[in-house]
Each structure stands twice: as C-alpha cells, then as structure tokens.
C-alpha cells in the first residue's frame, strides 16, 4: 500500500525557516513526479512546489520563489520542502504529493496527483 507521510510542521515566527520531509513508502518514487501543496484555512488546495523524476527540474509558485527549495533523494524515497524567510501568510497545511505515472513531467496541477499525505501543519506568527 502507497504511503506518504509528512513531517517537519511546526510553530515559527515571520523570518524564521522550516524543513518539511516527506517519507514515501509501498513503491519506488523514483520514476514519479512529485509535489508540495498548501491549503490555508478557507482557501482552495494550491500548488507550492513540484519536481521531477530525476529532480533536475522544479516549479515554484511565484509566491515562494526565492524562498523556499524542494529537493529529493530518490535513494531514501524521500522528498523534501527547505522554507526560508517565511511569511505570515505561509501559514497553512501542507500537503506531499506523488503522481501515479511514470513521466519526465511534473505538473503544478494537485488534479495530476494521485497519492497524498495526511499533511502536517506549518503556522507562521508575526
């Protein structure tokens, strides 16, 4: 069974950083595209970060461009979200996600995902 667990959430203050981790287990990942994704609360689910297979190739959205860096290790089937100078308004639940074919690309679109985590809480106080 594919699992996808979160870690790494937590309480920071505006400037502060924060590294999510993501555990992948069940299947290798190492073929699969695979993503972060925030919803605050009130707010529809949106794309942070994705990355590819081989991780050489990443989107951003413009909000955490600069700021924020996803990365994997495909060796440990994990992914991961190191976030800098974190805002306010980066106070959400963050989601990891994997997709479900093997492909070169990696959508920003939560809809090409098949495969979530429970999520883990990220608050940024001012």
């Known amino acids: 069974q594919v699992q996808l667990v979160e870690s790494g959430g937590g309480l920071v203050q505006a400037g502060g950083s924060l590294r999510l981790s993501c555990a992948a287990s069940?299947?290798?990942?190492?073929?699969?595209?695979m993503g972060w994704f925030r919803q605050a609360p009130g707010k529809e689910r949106e794309s942070v970060a994705t990355i590819n297979w081989i991780g050489v190739s990443t989107y951003y959205a413009d909000s955490v461009k600069g700021r924020f860096t996803i990365s994997r290790d495909n060796a440990k089937n994990t992914l991961y979200l190191q976030m800098d100078s974190l805002k306010p308004e980066d106070t959400a639940v963050y989601y990891c996600?994997?997709?479900?074919?093997?492909?070169?690309?990696?959508?920003?679109?939560?809809?090409?995902?098949?495969?979530w985590g429970q999520g883990t809480q990220v608050t940024v106080s001012s």
């Open positions: 069940g299947r290798p990942f190492s073929s699969y595209a």
């Open positions: 996600a994997a997709g479900t074919t093997a492909t070169s690309y990696y959508p920003s679109r939560a809809s090409e995902y098949g495969y």
